[in-house]
């Protein structure tokens, strides 16, 4: 039946891609998603109050990624952090699911930061909230993710400041970190990250602090939305040093990569597109690249709308999409964030999302549709 959709018709598709759970690991790649979290609807609270999360909800869907084998990057910028989640809700986040992966056997690593930091911080202050964070990893047991911060970006003068910085925090820790540089699209205060705003400055600073702690470094990630750049970075890693790409404009090509090397994954998409994504990685480990492609392809359309500026709201379509899909029964974040996009912008998300087969109940994300366009007044 015809869906009256705010940019026209819409006929929704009859029957869903067969994703079921399980198969063969992932060989050739290692792939990551960033995971949101799910508000607790009934919580009386402000978008401005702590977070009140469903942690069923929440662990559900955790496992959800993990029985299609990819591995959970978690309290990461898809968790809302520093939109709705503050460090006391990322901690417990972390525990959680750090547990839940020991339980079902999944792999998990949690995003290190010094979002606990409320104002203005010296250099010391902001190594000692990196450290608070990092050990409440290690002790969960889980794999770190060395995050950017704000509160860095604000207190370092220059390059020196973020090469002295990292260089600490990677002597501190116990096991190999993913070292992560978010750019100012996703968060306006990361501007100037690792020193300079020249992008080819900040990255020699960036590769400057690889290059003198290769061992302590597991893989960086690049979250640029920029695929020359971040191949031109692959290729200088040292080696043993592993580039998960963070592009959430041109995965496939990165990941497919070129006859001098890949990008392995650690992407915000890959929360919706998850059981897909694990497919179209198991096909590539067969060594069919065009295979993989075409499965991939065809989804960055959906991902360049659901990240389309401001980028920093892609969190919203994330989650209308797992509503949709049955992961969630309301459509309600942490912060309020899910008036962050408008009712068109949801629409096209939902139509771009049914036509790549993505919803396993396509009758329940249709009849989910129309309820918001009624709430909007526009259902038909």
Known sequence: MTIHLPQG??????????????????????????????????AD????????????????????????????????????????????????LIRRSSAEAKAVGGRIACGVGTDQLTGPATLPEVRA??????????????????????????????????????????????????????????????????????????????????????????????????????????????????????????????????DRGFSHALLGIFDPLGPLAAHAVRVLDTGDVDGFRALLDPTVELSRHLFSAPTRYYKTGVVFLAWLAGHQEHFTMVGGLQSARSLPHLAKAYELADRLGLFPDPELAESRMRALLSVHGGAR
């Open 129 to 258: 909230a990196y450290e608070e964070q990092l050990a409440v990893v290690e002790e969960s047991g889980a794999q770190a993710i060395l995050m950017a911060s704000r509160a860095l970006a604000a207190a370092a003068s220059g390059p020196e400041d973020y090469l002295e910085t990292y260089a600490h925090l990677l002597r501190q820790a116990t096991e190999p970190v993913v070292l992560h540089w978010l750019g100012p699209m996703f968060d306006p205060a990361l501007e100037g990250y690792w020193g300079s705003s020249d992008l080819d400055a900040a990255t020699d600073t960036f590769l400057k602090v690889i290059a003198e702690h290769p061992d302590k470094i597991d893989g960086i990630k690049m979250s640029l939305l920029d695929a020359e750049r971040e191949i031109d970075v692959r290729r200088r890693l040292p080696s043993g040093v592993r580039c998960y790409t963070g592009d959430d404009f041109n995965y496939p090509e990165l990941i497919a990569g070129d």
């Open 45 to 92: 609270v402000s978008p401005d109050a702590p977070a009140v999360v469903d942690w069923d909800s929440t662990l559900a869907f955790r496992r959800h990624l993990w029985s299609h084998g990819l591995g959970v990057a978690e309290a990461m910028d898809t968790a809302q952090r520093g939109m709705g989640l503050d460090w006391a809700g990322a901690s417990e």
């Open 9 to 42: 018709p819409y006929e929704p598709r009859a029957t869903p891609l067969d994703l079921a759970p399980g198969g063969a690991a992932l060989a050739s790649r290692t792939v990551f998603s960033a995971a949101h979290v799910v508000a607790d609807p009934y």
